[in-house]
């Protein structure tokens, strides 16, 4: 009754038996009876899809991921049933376009995009159509990695909207570090003998990198606005200790904003790790200089250049280095004055990170001079690194500006300057950067 249950003709009996308390059957038939049952099965199954797949075509409007699923499931049942032959080909290379085609129309993407996150940024992927169709409930792979964690992956499926919020990973692993979380179709879920659906899943696949942090003030120093408008650059009157090549200019500088410290090595970290940086900075392994707080050294004008660019796309602004007229702007505080805090010398030890301080044997941490600081808020403007600028007076070298470490009280003149070759990294220059104010 069993066997005839799947309407094989003329069975023959030709052993019974037990095995373990249940009747077994030897059943036969011939083989030219099987070839034209299998014949007719394999017609009957083909016939059925093809009207399905006719069907399916002609179902514009539908969601598609229902098209999509349906479609698996027919590439499923072929494969399952042993249709893989040449008289099913046809069948299957259609249902294959129609897989590419409909996959071809859905597009995915994250939010946020790459960038800088933190405790609160929320996650989603976003599933569209280039032609508005209803893209439906679709199957998803997430994946997050990050450097020195499992992976953290699972199976999940969209909304009708095409939206899916995304669950950051909870382990310690996946906080204060570079990660990467991936989003990809998952179609072969539903046909998991189809390799074209793996294919497709494959190609589906976006990918975006993310920076996380729990404290953004740990690493970010905020800006501060410096007004734009003309000045005189340059040495004040009353500055007795300003060279020939100081003398006064008059400038003019657009509004901008500047970061209120220069970037310390745990932000160049950041950028290091994201773009897989094989040539560290020089200095990268001294402790005297790597603390993550202290200003990054040892970096050329195009390294500066380079992180530049990389935190532009992070944060989706326009970020540079100052030019020499921008960074005295900045560093007088809106007023005529030698230092940054005004005309007395910080030979007190209380403003600035110079030679002789008394706190102080190499780089200090970025803001640790709170009486150094100038009118906008500025710190570390004068004293601890020298700052590129992208200031070229027609030598073929840059001005650096502010002092360093290294140097003497005089040095830390906002007037003063040195100019120094762009493609070496030095143990007493770091850098700031800058962006100019939008202007509707």
Same mark, same amino acid.
């Given at each position: 009754e069993a066997a005839q249950s799947y309407e094989l003709p003329k069975l023959q009996s030709i052993a019974k038996g037990k095995t373990g308390g249940q009747e077994t059957v030897?059943?036969?038939?011939?083989? *030219?009876?099987?070839?034209?049952?299998?014949?007719?099965?394999?017609?009957?199954?083909?016939?059925?899809l093809q009207e399905k797949f006719a069907s399916l075509k002609d179902g514009y409007g539908q969601p598609l991921a229902d098209r999509m699923l349906e479609a698996g499931r027919m590439l499923d049942r072929l494969a399952r049933e042993g249709l893989t032959g040449q008289d099913s080909f046809l069948l299957s290379a259609a249902i294959e376009a129609f897989c590419r085609d409909i996959s071809s129309r859905i597009s995915i993407s994250t939010s946020p995009g790459s960038g800088f996150i933190g405790l609160e940024t929320r996650f989603a992927a976003v599933i569209r159509s280039g032609d508005d169709e209803p893209t439906g409930s679709l199957p998803l792979r997430v994946e997050w990695t990050a450097k020195d964690a499992e992976p953290a992956a699972i199976a999940a499926t969209s909304g009708p909207d095409g939206m899916l919020a995304l669950a950051y990973p909870e382990a310690e692993s996946f906080r204060n570090t570079g990660l990467r979380l991936a989003v990809s179709t998952d179609f072969s879920r539903w046909a998991p003998s189809s390799e074209v659906l793996k294919d497709i899943d494959g190609?589906?696949?976006? =990918? *975006?990198?993310?920076?996380?942090?729990?404290?953004?003030?740990?690493?970010?120093?905020?800006?501060?606005?410096?007004?734009?408008?003309?000045?005189?650059?340059?040495?004040?009157?009353?500055?007795?200790?300003?060279?020939?090549?100081?003398?006064?200019? =008059?400038? @003019? *500088?657009? @509004?901008?904003?500047?970061?209120?410290y220069p970037v310390t090595n745990a932000l160049y970290q950041m950028y290091l790790e994201d773009t897989k940086a094989q040539d560290l900075p020089e200095y990268w392994d001294n402790p005297q200089y790597n603390q993550p707080d202290q200003p990054v050294i040892g970096i050329s004008y195009d390294d500066a250049v380079g992180f530049a660019s990389w935190l532009s796309a992070q944060l989706g602004v326009a970020k540079r280095l100052p030019t020499e007229d921008e960074w005295e702007k900045a560093a007088r505080g809106g007023q005529d004055v030698i230092y940054p805090w005004g005309d007395q010398s910080p030979t007190d030890g209380v403003r600035a990170n110079y030679s002789g301080n008394g706190r102080f044997s190499s780089t200090s941490p970025v803001g640790s001079f709170e009486a150094g600081k100038n009118a906008y808020g500025i710190y570390d403007m004068a004293g601890n690194v020298w700052e590129w600028t992208s200031t070229n007076r027609g030598t073929g070298r840059l001005i650096v500006k502010g002092g360093s470490w290294m140097d003497g009280p005089a040095d830390l003149r906002v007037s003063n300057r040195r100019e120094i070759d762009p493609s070496k990294g030095y143990v007493d220059v770091g850098f700031r950067l800058l962006r100019e104010v939008a202007h509707e």
């Amino acid at each position: 009754e069993a066997a005839q249950s799947y309407e094989l003709p003329k069975l023959q009996s030709i052993a019974k038996g037990k095995t373990g308390g249940q009747e077994t059957v030897v059943l036969r038939i011939k083989a *030219t009876e099987w070839e034209k049952y299998e014949r007719a099965r394999e017609t009957r199954i083909r016939t059925e899809l093809q009207e399905k797949f006719a069907s399916l075509k002609d179902g514009y409007g539908q969601p598609l991921a229902d098209r999509m699923l349906e479609a698996g499931r027919m590439l499923d049942r072929l494969a399952r049933e042993g249709l893989t032959g040449q008289d099913s080909f046809l069948l299957s290379a259609a249902i294959e376009a129609f897989c590419r085609d409909i996959s071809s129309r859905i597009s995915i993407s994250t939010s946020p995009g790459s960038g800088f996150i933190g405790l609160e940024t929320r996650f989603a992927a976003v599933i569209r159509s280039g032609d508005d169709e209803p893209t439906g409930s679709l199957p998803l792979r997430v994946e997050w990695t990050a450097k020195d964690a499992e992976p953290a992956a699972i199976a999940a499926t969209s909304g009708p909207d095409g939206m899916l919020a995304l669950a950051y990973p909870e382990a310690e692993s996946f906080r204060n570090t570079g990660l990467r979380l991936a989003v990809s179709t998952d179609f072969s879920r539903w046909a998991p003998s189809s390799e074209v659906l793996k294919d497709i899943d494959g190609a589906s696949r976006v =990918q *975006t990198s993310f920076r996380h942090f729990d404290d953004a003030g740990k690493f970010f120093s905020g800006e501060v606005l410096v007004p734009g408008g003309p000045f005189t650059a340059g040495a004040v009157a009353r500055d007795k200790r300003a060279a020939r090549k100081e003398a006064p200019r =008059q400038a @003019d *500088t657009p @509004d901008i904003y500047i970061d209120r410290y220069p970037v310390t090595n745990a932000l160049y970290q950041m950028y290091l790790e994201d773009t897989k940086a094989q040539d560290l900075p020089e200095y990268w392994d001294n402790p005297q200089y790597n603390q993550p707080d202290q200003p990054v050294i040892g970096i050329s004008y195009d390294d500066a250049v380079g992180f530049a660019s990389w935190l532009s796309a992070q944060l989706g602004v326009a970020k540079r280095l100052p030019t020499e007229d921008e960074w005295e702007k900045a560093a007088r505080g809106g007023q005529d004055v030698i230092y940054p805090w005004g005309d007395q010398s910080p030979t007190d030890g209380v403003r600035a990170n110079y030679s002789g301080n008394g706190r102080f044997s190499s780089t200090s941490p970025v803001g640790s001079f709170e009486a150094g600081k100038n009118a906008y808020g500025i710190y570390d403007m004068a004293g601890n690194v020298w700052e590129w600028t992208s200031t070229n007076r027609g030598t073929g070298r840059l001005i650096v500006k502010g002092g360093s470490w290294m140097d003497g009280p005089a040095d830390l003149r906002v007037s003063n300057r040195r100019e120094i070759d762009p493609s070496k990294g030095y143990v007493d220059v770091g850098f700031r950067l800058l962006r100019e104010v939008a202007h509707e």
